[in-house]
């Protein structure tokens, strides 16, 4: 199981990570592209709503299942991946390459309250 | 607890991701469930099906019994060897299971039903048994080889199996010598050309202790192990019917795209029949093609101009690259229509067409 150290994670299996524009770029994490499976369609919020702390936002679908999404800290929805959606393959080849959408945060610093690394790893390993 | 079959260590070895399935540990895929789908439709893949249960009905009072059990009628099974699709109903013509019947002699037929009715099924069959002797076969295992090349990479790793099956037809199947040393007591080889894939194939019943002898000879032949993931899009696509999702013992098999496996003809009473006849049919089975971008799922609600349906089975498919389902439609729905899916907010558009969506390596409907 792939979990980079230079990202937070979000118990609900959502990666998000702050970007020098100060946006917080969010994805699913590797862990979470695997138990999914091929994933086929991917519905993604639009630009501009507001989101808070938990709150369901985008869909991921694989042949097997839908999959929920939520948003791992409160902001507005600065972009969503395009590039994604037209090739939803690309999150199972590379979940960390492959982000969903961008956030502009309320507040930068709620990203101390997700699992880092470690916590997150092992979370994913009793799961 | 859950169950295992014979190849459950085979599967492990494989990296088989293992899950619950009508209480047995069964392999969903062993890698990416659209590639093992790839290989059946293009080339050899092949399932552990030993959760399914052979039962062998043995006596002189066979066909009676099962005249009366099947809504199909085993008078089409006119030579040894021959097999039938069937639904098995209850008195008030709902589905109990779906099995094949195979007819050897007038004293022997074997059926095959699913693994999560086998227990319900068995005590339904006994129950109506009189001097039939019924035997569940708990001491075989299955693994079905399903595609274009699937016969003759099954020969290839199984030489000894050819002569008895090469002049098979789809829907024949044949006693088999055994494979295998050492000789089990109950030595029981069968090769059926069946399959729940849409493809060419065999389906190999063998004694549970050779199951893993044949399995890793296929493998060395170049046959792709595939999961329960790929069955359930490869039926789908193919059109045909799950069990316990397209039907159950409350649909009617009229009212399920089963008709033409139910035979109504005069002359032979069956459990159900009086039910099917005295019931108007007002719901329809049909296939839906998503027209617009998502995937359609199990139980979401269809509104048509001639009220409302719901989708029995739905999935991405991967010869089609879209989404597509089964769905129990109300009368008067026709194919061409277009029609609304309710898919969390948002309603979507999907057209109605008429399963099978794509069976031996083709896409069998046209694009919308």
């Not at chain 1, 592209?33 to 938990?54: H, M, T």
């Not at chain 2, 079959?5 to 540990?25: E, I, M, Y």
């Not at chain 2, 048994?129 to 019924?134: E, H, N, R, S």
């Amino acid at each position: 199981m792939n979990t980079p150290a230079n990202l937070k994670y979000a118990r609900s299996h959502e990666w998000a990570r702050l970007d020098a524009d100060g946006l917080v770029t969010v994805g699913i994490s590797d862990h979470a592209q695997e138990a999914l499976g091929d994933i086929v369609f991917l519905e993604l919020p639009q630009v501009g709503r507001k989101l808070s702390a938990g709150e369901e936002c985008a869909v991921v679908e694989s042949v097997k299942a839908a999959s929920d999404i939520y948003a791992p800290l409160a902001g507005e929805v600065a972009a969503v991946n395009q590039a994604a959606v037209d090739a939803p393959e690309s999150v199972n080849q590379d979940a960390y390459a492959a982000w969903l959408f961008k956030l502009k945060p309320d507040n930068a610093a709620d990203l101390d309250a997700l699992l880092d690394a470690g916590a997150y790893a092992k979370l994913a390993a009793e799961a | 607890m859950t169950q295992h079959t014979p190849l459950h260590a085979a599967h492990l070895r494989l990296g088989g991701k293992l899950v619950d399935f009508a209480g047995w540990d069964m392999p969903l895929h062993y890698g990416s469930q659209v590639e093992e789908h790839h290989q059946v439709r293009r080339d050899a893949g092949m399932f552990d099906v030993s959760h399914m249960l052979t039962i062998d009905l043995e006596g002189g009072g066979a066909p009676d019994l099962l005249r009366r059990l099947l809504a199909n009628d085993i008078g089409k099974l006119t030579a040894p060897g021959r097999a039938l699709y069937s639904c098995m109903l209850n008195p008030q013509g709902g589905v109990i299971d779906d099995l094949i019947v195979y007819f050897f002699r007038p004293d022997f037929y074997r059926l095959v039903v699913n693994a999560g009715t086998a227990e319900k099924d068995l005590g339904w069959i006994e129950q109506h048994a009189g001097g039939v002797a019924v035997k569940p076969r708990r001491d075989l295992a299955m693994i079905a080889v399903q595609g274009p090349n699937a016969r003759a990479k099954t020969w290839a790793a199984l030489p000894a199996a050819q002569a008895a099956s090469a002049e098979l037809k789809p829907f024949q199947a044949a006693m088999l010598p055994a494979l295998f040393a050492p000789e089990t007591r109950n030595a029981s080889y069968m090769l059926a050309r069946t399959g729940y894939t849409g493809e060419d194939g065999f389906e190999l019943t063998l004694p549970a202790e050779h199951a893993e002898t044949a399995w890793n000879a296929l493998l060395a032949a170049g046959v792709k192990p595939a999961g329960l993931g790929a069955r359930d899009t490869l039926r789908l696509e193919a059109g045909m019917a799950l069990y316990g999702q397209d039907m159950d013992e409350h649909t009617s098999p009229l009212e399920a795209g089963l008709g033409w496996t139910v035979a109504l003809d005069a002359g032979r009473d069956f459990i159900g029949k009086q039910a099917l006849t005295a019931r108007p049919v007002d719901k329809q089975s049909l296939g839906l093609l998503l027209i617009d971008k998502g995937v359609l799922r199990a139980h979401q609600k269809i509104h048509t101009a001639r009220g409302e349906g719901e989708i029995t089975s739905g999935t991405f498919s991967p010869t089609l690259n879209r989404s597509i389902a089964l769905a129990r439609l109300p009368v008067g729905v026709v194919v061409g229509d277009t029609v609304e899916v309710e898919i969390r907010d948002k309603r979507l558009k999907a057209a109605v067409v008429k399963p099978p969506f794509a069976r031996n390596g083709k896409i069998l409907i046209q694009d919308v």
